[in-house]
């Protein structure tokens, strides 16, 4: 796998054009690691000139400006700042729609300024400058409905970059009635994540699944490491391991390279 | 006698805009309570902003049938209020239908508010329709009773009068000018209240009492529904102007920066800093005295105008991931908190001159932290709202509070946040180990 740090491309004397901003999900977390895996696969098809920051990177800050600890946030912006200026980075592309919000909405005001990409815009971009190609047939026709996570969808307005892709891959896409600007949370936002849940009826990633899994589907699509792990949660708990895939966009791109 | 309903008159128009003013000025004062923002910005793009959402009703359309609906009651409302003007002239110089020398455009203009009004009244009654015999589960959710409940059918009852007085008026007028009743100007074409014509006496004498009569019910109805505003969410017709021409044009994922913050954090890692220094010659340390929101002082002046503008349709808690699920959480009752604690504090410095601790606070009193801490963060109450109100910025205040000022953080939030500054990932991780993915295989 051809992920080189910053710093060790600075120790060769690189700089490259793109900061692949991980995140901590997707550094520790078993199932988010096999999506940022399946990402760089795709930044190396492409032959894309890039760097992470390793152990320089910091949480991006977003689950604790969420939770209401905005000390706790400046100081992680500021320090992933700091490093993203050490290394005079101007692009940064992200599989998490966390880090993609925060880092691209909430950064500037502390003083980071760059361009910032969700994965979904990055392949896009790939795509349409014809750095990629996709060659497989892995999901023609198949039943795949797609969740928009909220920090990319409603807090950011991108529900086309994930739709564009999965048209690529040429797959029968199957709408869930609340998509869109109108998509179900799958209940990870706002530091749900690393907490249990209110006292209430039931769990938000059920309600959300159920209404992703009525459409009968081969695969579901998502592109954010939370809803991946809510949704595959909510896959478990209806028994439907077997029939439905939890995937994400990165990961079906990937498999047809 | 003879100018004796005049004189009436214009101590109502009078009473009735003064006992307005007062109250509007009030909950301007009440809006003031809150932290200035700077909303002076991008001028242009507001007013775009507002004429689309507020005039335009734009955000409406998401829902398309209240949406048809909604808009003729609101254009029936903007219209017929030219008639209100022709009632102000006419009640202060005793004169009849002062606006009948436009002819045939006047015939137009009157035959266009009856028909107005007939489409108000029966949208008016499907409305009802949908919350009373229909009951959409939006109108129904628990902090919709009481006053909520009979505020939102006052509206409707009071819609359903005054349309049918301005219909009744107009159909003894009608008759008393087919009688050539002295006084009663042939003017206006009447295409629904000619169908209640022939069902009202034939006399002069009682017809002229009958029109006289709903012509003052009439506009009485009118004086006491514009002053029903302060207390009631139908204040909207009004707030919702302001507050879209206010509202947040970033993107919503955005949350605001707290500046007080910066300061500190950049002090704190800031190696060369002295963390004993005064500050220097006029260089104030900006310091606040609390971080994030415990009570509607400590929100800023815009969530204070958004409390007063809710019109608690409901749209945002139809919508929110944690009310579906039987969660506390409403943004809705987020708004209707705020706007009740804020009238509680507006009542407070209206007796006391200035605000005396009364032991209560938004937080706590009013909206629970189980309530804060079961937000997603999603947005989609934010998105929904057809006036742009931003409860999630109510809630992300207050759990600030919580969290910096409280350390009341949800346990489990605790060791995140902890994790986060020991490490810099949410879980136990050595922050060393980040890349060691790239090993796996």
Redesign the interface.
Known sequence: MNAPTMAELAAEGKKPDILFFVGCAGSYDDRAIKITKAFVKILNKANVNFGILGAEETCSGDPAKRAGNEMLFQMQALMNIEAFNMYEVKKIVTASPHAFNTIKNEYPELGGNYEVLHHTQFINELIQEGKLKIEGESFKGKRISFHDPCYLGRANSEYDAPRFLLKQLDVNLVEAKNHKSTATCCGAGGAQMFKDAEKGDREIFEKRTEELTQLQPQVIATACEFCNTMLTDGVKMQEKEGEIEVLDIAELIAKDL | MHYLPNVLFAILLIAGFAFFIINFRKIVRNIKLGKPLDRSDQKGKRWKNMALVAFGQSKMI?RPFPAILHFIVYVGFILINVEFLEIIIDGLFGTHRIFSFLGGFYNFLIGSFELLAFLVLLAVIIFWTRRMIIRIPRFWNKEMTRWPKNDALNILYFEMVLMSLFLLMNAADANLQSLNANHYVKAGSYPISQYIAPLLSQDIGSLVILERTVWWLHVIGIFIFLNYLYYSKHLHILSAFPNTYFANL??????D??EA??N???M??DPNADPFATPAEGEEMDIPDK??ASDVQDLNWVQLMNAYTCTECGRCTS?C??N??????SPRAIMMKTRDRLEEVGKNIDKNGEFKDDGKQLLNDYITP?EL????????C??ECPVQIDPLSII?D???????EQSA??T??N???TN??NN????Q?N????????D?S
């Open positions: 998401r970033d993107t919503v994922g955005k949350l920066n707290l913050v910066t500190e954090v950049k704190m890692m971080f994030g919508v991931p944690a579906q699920t039987g969660k506390e959480l189980e801490w079961a937000c997603t963060g999603c947005n989609a934010v998105i992300i207050l759990r600030r509070y919580l969290v910096m953080a949800p489990e939030l060791m995140m946040m986060i500054e810099g990932a949410p879980w991780y922050q060393l180990d980040r890349a060691n993915w790239r796996e």
